[in-house]
Each structure stands twice: as structure tokens, then as C-alpha cells.
């Protein structure tokens, strides 16, 4: 509680004081906050990766199960988040943290998040939200705009409509998904003379009704693990997840894709959506959108654009031909806390015609009337942050010009980056840059020699233990502090498909610099040295492979 | 963007300033974001409900649908948003918006905020959270603590436990919900020889194998529209959400549900879960959880609690016996951002058995890889924002005895309501406050004396009437602007099932005083003096029924 007391004390008059609008720049809390600004500014300038404490150290901090029986002054709770929470959380927005999907954020976006969480709107309807509503539709119209291009008529028709609904905005990317496909999967059974819909009824009557066998979801074999839960929660079960080949560059094989779906056919089982990927998640690589949109019409079903992280090309100009096709889509992913850089919880999804929503449609007396303007007639979540504000104040702040720069310097600093690396004698690229995303890994030039070299168990035995190496280095460039890059495991063509373990970088903040970049192999290159037990052992092999042995 | 200049202009440079940590007190940042406080200050102080104006004006605002081509600076972009966002938006923190289940939020939130958005972590993974997973799987263990109160060895093994969740961190209550039914469900049809478990298969598959027709939820006609968007999502079909009849206090019927349920299990048809409600949307009343928990019991089915709102009502000692049966629940729903006075978007499920939640796990190679922490395995959603710090900050700094103090009040509040309408000659309480809700109407002496006298065509032409009026007065009331109640639509026994329109109100908030109570009152009779047209046709039926025309 915020009190001058020595001791916090529980009655009545002092929580009322917590409700209520703190007095002038001298009270407590403003003088918390301002100190509170200082600390977080401090730890975000010290570009430094989160402190290295053994998660079992951290977790004594947080093991009490018992709610506590006596308040805390704000000013003490605060020193303690400082100590034990801020000290040990992940620096993500350090430029040398290029490891997921995380950046640093435009710091416009502290002083505005305030109004969110100030104003406390619920989304779920307009009697909480009245201005929010319209702002979050327009925020959708943009986006749609961005996507489908279609004509003025086209959103002042729509847009503000009370009975449709261009898309979602959602907590991110997999509820979005979850969406399209909710969606998919209800306009692919309609009622139909007795039978009154899969919503209302369900999939085993719905698969009866049509006489079908089964479900399915077609994806290729790098889609996000987002889709599998999609599928389970659906009631479609994982395994009607049908994957589907790729070829060398991570996009799916038509020709396979086309086979897949004749066989589903053939065995009466209904294919609901097909999904195309715009950035896989692993090695950033963009489905032919196209040429599965003309394969989904041919079909006769939804095309699904899982754009979560690409999607946020579409601001450039320059590189957004690299997605042509996704317009073609009937519903598209995109998450705004990932290229768009929004704080965490801005996903969305987008439906090209604004009548495809109208199967998921729910009503309820004291809220959601209908032919009310309420959001929450068409989502999947019911209340909801006025989330949608920092993403319209950024579409402002920056425009789209800026996003534009902000897209274009990430391809080109994942093109510089893939050449640097290309350039070492120990180092190998293994996915190309198609976005801002690559994989790479580890191999000094002799080993690399003799893995080409080597056949059957040797092959393998060595592959594992490079796989091993490309840990070591991962976990201790972790443990270091000075730097963060993931890793994945993939099964590159060149090697045979042999499980092969790789760094994964993704070089959207805009802060990272050339230099930190090569410092980033420096630093791996450093840590092999220090894994002379794994090192003497990939020599061995290589010895006997060499060797003939 | 931020800048001296005179125009916004679109170059890297600037663009890169926007990402960096602003200078010191005298930043123009700083000083926007003063400003800023000082203008939300004013309008959190104002205890004025939002600024009446038509939606489809504010709409004007709101119409462009092609992203801005040329960048706004963060100066002129705040004014604009003070303008046209906070201005029109609804004062869900005001004393006297007593509609809805808002509040006002402690204020100290604002600042510790800043640590959430600033650290911008995603709780998926350890990788991009750290402490935060921990803090997380704290919260979720304190709740359960306060649910089930398990014993310390209990929390010592499982609270942290890699390969266990105690329940889940959600967006919302109603994903919330679906999670717990989606893990129900999954439960409900483990793999069993040659089938592989409804998660992989789906439920066609599932229901064959066990040679069911057919999947149910029970639920009282009181639950919430939720659960039938989450039989929907599921693919068992909104018709498949059973309504259990309820009694004269909105509370589940205990022999309707014993039929329901063996009526479904004559016809072969699954019970994947029966859910208690512990707080109705719409009156606030909670099922006897005890009885629920014995029959499902009984029938070997899933016994879900939606205590979404009513949850809190464990912090109080005194009052927390009104959801005694509660720890006998498999799975209970809380909302923070409801009584627990979180911002919104900090909803919670929690299961009793820490194994539950193994049906839904889910993996990937390049995260959430077996044996991490990673919360995102069990989860419906994927990327999520460190939000449970704040509920973290507030269980410390209110305290248990703190939200116990903030609960009884609300319940004290609640009573000194319902007496206060009921001493009324012109209002009628139509529900009894359990909690902290309940609804009424407005209904002068005579034209209730005429309703009871009244039969036939007559009774319902002048209940439509007096509906009429309740829609009036909420409506006006609402377009004043001084106060606002919700509306909705209940069938009173004690007005034979007639469709009853009543006012509704939630006295979460702690700073609505008696006073303002009193004026609501008030001011509703006026406006009900402002409609003459009305209260002309209303005082003619009466008229009619009292000479028995």
C-alpha cells in the first residue's frame, strides 16, 4: 500500500486510497514511478542479456504457496520486483538478443500503454470500450486494406458494419489461427435440410450428415506447432493435420500438396483448409501462395495464410511481392507484437469476405444484442484489452513509409549477415535468408571435409557430435550474458537429411549492428575452443575417417 | 515519431531514435508522457461516465481505411488520441458506472505496468521469461492454494514441476473455460488399444471407438454465453451444452440435473463435464457446489466451476463458505481482471490434480522442448505478456486480509442496496444480492398493484410496457452521462415466467458510496417522469385492468 507508516497496515481507509488518482508530482507514487523509469531505462540501456541464474536459484524466490496475510508498501514491493523479477528476466530487447521474434520496442510506446491500462476498456462490447470499438475496426480495415486492397466502397460498406466483421484482433497468433480455422471448419459444414449446422451440432453429426470419414488440415511439414493445438481443440484430432512435403528452400511441394488432397477425396475425408506459411517459423521461408490459392479454389476450399511473422512485409513496397498471392487468401494471420513492434498480445486474423465470421457468430441478452456493434459477438475471447490502440498509434506514429524502412533494413542486414557468414572457413550457412530469418552452424573446414567424406555409421556418429557442439556453443553463448541466438533442428537436403542441429537468428531489432553480428561468431567461435572434450572426440573420427579407418 | 523539427519526416535515423531509451527528465518523451498522466489524472478524477455521443459521429473518426503514408510526431499523435479516443471512451473506473464488472484499479498498477510493457516478455518460453515462469507458476499455486489448500509438500512438488501445470494463465475467462473443457474432454476419451486418444484422432473417432452418439456439457440455464462458444469451438455443437432447469433463486436444480444426466446416458450420449457457476452473469447467484460435485461423482464426469467472478470471494474468510464445494471442483475458472482489480486480460483456470492438464501438452523442436518449463506447453494460447506479475504485485501489496476487506464491503454495499430499493414504493428488487450483484426495476405502486390484478393479454400487453420503460430509463440514464446500470432480460417466478427487462448492477468498485447510490435512484425516477408517451399507455392499461375492462 502506499502509506508514509513505518508498517503497511490493512483497513478500509488506506485500500481506498490505493483507488483513488494519486496528488500532484510530490505523492509517493509518482516519485515510485519516476525512480521505478529510471531502473527499467537503466536495465533497458545496458544492452547487456538477462543476469545467468540457475532457474532452480530464481524459483526460491517465488516457492511460497500461501497467499500472503499482510500487505506490502508499494515502494518496498517495488524494490523487491527490481531485486528478484526485473534482475532475472530476459533482456529481449537487447540488440543482441536475435534469437526469437522479440525487439526492441518504440519507447513512444511506455508513455502510451498508460492509456490503456488507465482507461481499462473491455472490447467485448461498446457500452465498455465506445471509442475503442471503432478505432479496433478501423485498425482491422487497415489491415485488411493492406492485404485485400479492395475499394473505398468496400470498407465504408464494411468496416463499421454491425452484423460483420472484418476479422479479430486476438491475444496473438495462435488464437488467430484457432479462429481462421473455427471458421473454416464451420463454413465447410453448413445446415443443410435437417441438419442445422456444425456449430450447433457438432463435427460427429455434421461428418454423418455429409458422409464423410473424417477432417483435415492441410499444411506443409514446416507449419507452427499452433496448428496441431488447432486441430485437437477443433475436435479434429492432431493426426488430421496432414503434412505435407517441401522442397530444398523450406516451401511446400505443390505436386505433393495436390496428391494429398485427391487422396483425402478418395477417402471421403474433407479437407476444411489448406494453410500456406508466410515466414515459417524455423527457417522464415514463404509458401508459393498462388499457386495454392489455385489449387484451394480448384478444391473448393479455405485458403488459410498463416502470416504471423512475415505478414508485417506487406509494408514494404519493395519486398511484398515476396508474399503475392496471400491476397488470394480467405483469412491471413498476423501478429503485431512480432514485425509490426507492438508489445506482447497483438494478434490478429483477417477474413477477405466480411460475411465469413457469421458462423461463429454468438449472442448473449445482457451483452452482444444483436444488431449491437459489440466485438464480441465474433471472437473467440470475451473480454479484451483496448490492445488495438498501440497498434493504430504506430501505424500513425511510424506510417507505413516507416515500416517500410524498419522491414527493408532487417532483409538487408539478414542478407549481410548470411554473406559474413558464408565467408568463414568455419562457419556453414544452412537456410538462406528469404525474410530476416536464418539458420546456420559450426563446422570447422576439416570437419566439414570429412563429413562429406564419411558414409554410413561414421557419417551419422559425426553429425551427432557437430549436433552436440552447435549445443555447447548455443547454451553457453546463453549462460555468457552477452548474447542470445536459438537453435532448431532441421534435416538439410546437402546433408542427406541427417537430423542436423542450427543457430537460429532473427534480425528484426533494428538496434542490432553489423558489429555486434560478427562479434556473435567471434564469441561462438570462442566457445568451441572451450569444448576440448567434444572437440578431441569429432577429431577422432575425423582421424579415422580420414584415415580410412 | 519524436522530434524538435517541424515535420515528421521518414528516415532511418529518426526512425532508429524512436527505439532507443530516452535522455533524462527533460526528454520530450518525459514530457509528453507528464502531460499525459496529468491529462488521464483529470479524466480518472472527473467521476463522470463518458462524454455522450452517437457511435456513428465517433465512427467519423475512425474511417480511413489505407495506412497513413506520412509519420505523425508522438506530441501531436497523443492530443489527436486525447481527442478523439480518451474523450469518447467509457469511465469504467467511475463510482457511479455500476454496470458492468469494472472498477476502479489500484493505482499504484500504473507504474508497475511500465515493468510489464518495458520488459515485454513472452511467457511461452523460459528463454524470452526466465522469472517470470516461475512468478507465473507462484500466482497459479497461491490460487489453487486458495482453492484447494492442498499441504506444502504438495506445492514443493508439483508448483514448479516441468512436466505438470497446476493450471493455466489466460487472456480471459472465457479461454479459460474452454480450456478446462477442452482438457475435459481430452480426459474424457484417453487412448484405449487401438485408439490413440481423442487428441490425435478427434472426436468422430473417439465416439466410434467407445460407441457413444453423441457428447453433452451441463450446465444450469444460468451459465454463461462462454460455455456455449467453447461446445462450439470443440466441435460438440452449441445444441450439446445441456440447460439444467434453476430454482426460484437462480441456482441449478439438483434433481434436474440428476435426469439430465441419466437421460444422456440412456441415450449413449458422453457427459465430458457438468459446470457449477459461482457467480452468474446475470444475478450473481452460486450452484450448491457441494451437491454437483457429489453427483458428478456419481456419474464419473469432469465438474467444472466457472467462478469467474464470484472467484474472489475466497479471499474473504467471512463470506467464502457461499462457494463451499468449490475444492471438490476438477477444474475452477477465476477472472483476475474482475474482482481481483488486475487491468484487463488476466484470466486463470486451475486444476485440482496437477496431471490433468498432460491430455493438451504440446511441443516443438525449436521451443517448449520436453522436460523445459516452458509454460507454453500447456496452454491454449501461444505468445502471452508477463500479466500475472501484476496480479503477483497486488497479492502482495493488498494482501489476503486486503481483498478480504474490498470483498465484504462490496457485499455489505450490495445489501445496503437491495434494502434501500426495497424501502422504495416505486422501485421492486427483482433478485436478491448473493454476492455483490442484483437487479431491479422501476414500477410505481399502481401500476404493480394492476400487474397482479392484471391476467391474460392485459398482464402481458402492460409488462411490455414496463419494459418498455426499464429499456427507457437505462438508456437516458446511460446517454446522461452521470451514472450507468446495465440491463437485462430475466423470467421471475414471481411474475409467472413473463420475460422481465431489469436493471442490473455489480458494487465491485470501492469508491461507490451510499450517496451515489441514492442518486442513481433518483435520477431514475426522474427520467422515467420524462417519458410521457410511455407512462400515458402504461396509466391506460392500468386504468383499464383496475375498472376490469
Chains 1, 2 share one sequence.
Not at 520496442?105 to 490503456?116: D, E, F, G, N, T
Not at 457500452?127 to 485485400?148: C, D, W
Not at 454423418?208 to 477432417?215: I, P
Amino acid at each position: 500500500m502506499v502509506s508514509q507508516d513505518k508498517t503497511a497496515q490493512v483497513n478500509f481507509e488506506s485500500l481506498l486510497r490505493i483507488f483513488t488518482v494519486p496528488e500532484g508530482p510530490e505523492s509517493t507514487l509518482t516519485q515510485i514511478e519516476e525512480s521505478l523509469s529510471g531502473n527499467l531505462n537503466q536495465f533497458l540501456k545496458e544492452h547487456i542479456v538477462a543476469e545467468e541464474k540457475p532457474l532452480r536459484e530464481i524459483e526460491k524466490d517465488f516457492r511460497q504457496s500461501i497467499l500472503p496475510e499482510t500487505p506490502t508498501f508499494v515502494s518496498d514491493h517495488t524494490q523487491h520486483l527490481l531485486d528478484t523479477l526485473v534482475s532475472h528476466s530476459v533482456h529481449t530487447s537487447s540488440p543482441s538478443f536475435i534469437g526469437h521474434m522479440t525487439s526492441a520496442l518504440p519507447y513512444y510506446l511506455m508513455p502510451l500503454s498508460k492509456i490503456m491500462i488507465a482507461l481499462n476498456q473491455n472490447l467485448v462490447k461498446i457500452e465498455t470500450s465506445k471509442a475503442f470499438t471503432p478505432l479496433e475496426r478501423q485498425v482491422l480495415g487497415m489491415l485488411h486494406n493492406l492485404i485485400y486492397a479492395q475499394d473505398d466502397a468496400f470498407y465504408s460498406r464494411w468496416m463499421h458494419s454491425a452484423q460483420h466483421s472484418l476479422g479479430a484482433f486476438c491475444s496473438g497468433g495462435t488464437i488467430a489461427n484457432i479462429t481462421a480455422l473455427w471458421v473454416a471448419r464451420n463454413n465447410a459444414f453448413p445446415a443443410d435440410g435437417e441438419f442445422r449446422g456444425i456449430e450447433q451440432q457438432g463435427i460427429f453429426k455434421a461428418l454423418k450428415h455429409y458422409d464423410y470419414e473424417g477432417v483435415a488440415i492441410v499444411v506443409s511439414e514446416r507449419g507452427h506447432y499452433s496448428l496441431k493445438k488447432a486441430a485437437d481443440v477443433l475436435g479434429i484430432g492432431r493426426e488430421s493435420l496432414v503434412p505435407v512435403k517441401t522442397d530444398d528452400h523450406n516451401k511446400v511441394c505443390l505436386a505433393d500438396l495436390e496428391a494429398k488432397l485427391g487422396e483425402l477425396e478418395e477417402n471421403k475425408i474433407k479437407t476444411i483448409a489448406v494453410v500456406g506459411i508466410a515466414g515459417t517459423t524455423e527457417t522464415g521461408n514463404i509458401d508459393p501462395l498462388a499457386e495454392i490459392a489455385a489449387i484451394c479454389q480448384k478444391h473448393q476450399c479455405h485458403f488459410h495464410v498463416d502470416a504471423a511473422w512475415g505478414g508485417a512485409t506487406l509494408m514494404s513496397n519493395k519486398h511484398r511481392d515476396l508474399l503475392a498471392g496471400i491476397e488470394l487468401a480467405d483469412s491471413v494471420t498476423i501478429d503485431a507484437h512480432k514485425q509490426l513492434y507492438i508489445p506482447m498480445g497483438a494478434g490478429m486474423v483477417l477474413f477477405k469476405d466480411p460475411h465469413s465470421m457469421a458462423s461463429i457468430e454468438h449472442h448473449a441478452a445482457y451483452i452482444l444484442r444483436k444488431g449491437s456493434k459489440d466485438l464480441g459477438s465474433h471472437a473467440l475471447e470475451g473480454s479484451r484489452s483496448g490492445m488495438a490502440m498501440l497498434l493504430y498509434s504506430s501505424m500513425h506514429i511510424i506510417s507505413r513509409p516507416g515500416y517500410e524502412l524498419l522491414i527493408n533494413a532487417s532483409l538487408d542486414k539478414a542478407r549481410y549477415f548470411a554473406d559474413l557468414i558464408s565467408q568463414q572457413s568455419d562457419f556453414e550457412l544452412v537456410t538462406e535468408p528469404e525474410l530476416c530469418l536464418l539458420t546456420y552452424r559450426y563446422i570447422p573446414p576439416h570437419v566439414k571435409a570429412a563429413l562429406h567424406k564419411a558414409t554410413g555409421k561414421k557419417k551419422h556418429k559425426l553429425n551427432e557430435l557437430i549436433n552436440g557442439l552447435t549445443q555447447f556453443i548455443q547454451k553457453h553463448q546463453r549462460e555468457n550474458g552477452l548474447s542470445f541466438v536459438s537453435r532448431t533442428t532441421l534435416t538439410p537436403k546437402k546433408w542427406d537429411k541427417m537430423t542436423t542441429i542450427v543457430f537460429r537468428v532473427v534480425l528484426a531489432n533494428p538496434l542490432t549492428t553489423k558489429e555486434i553480428l560478427h562479434n556473435i561468431l567471434n564469441e561462438q567461435r570462442e566457445i568451441a575452443k572451450a569444448a576440448p572434450s567434444l572437440t578431441k572426440q569429432i577429431n577422432t573420427i575425423v582421424d579415422a575417417i580420414e584415415s580410412g579407418l
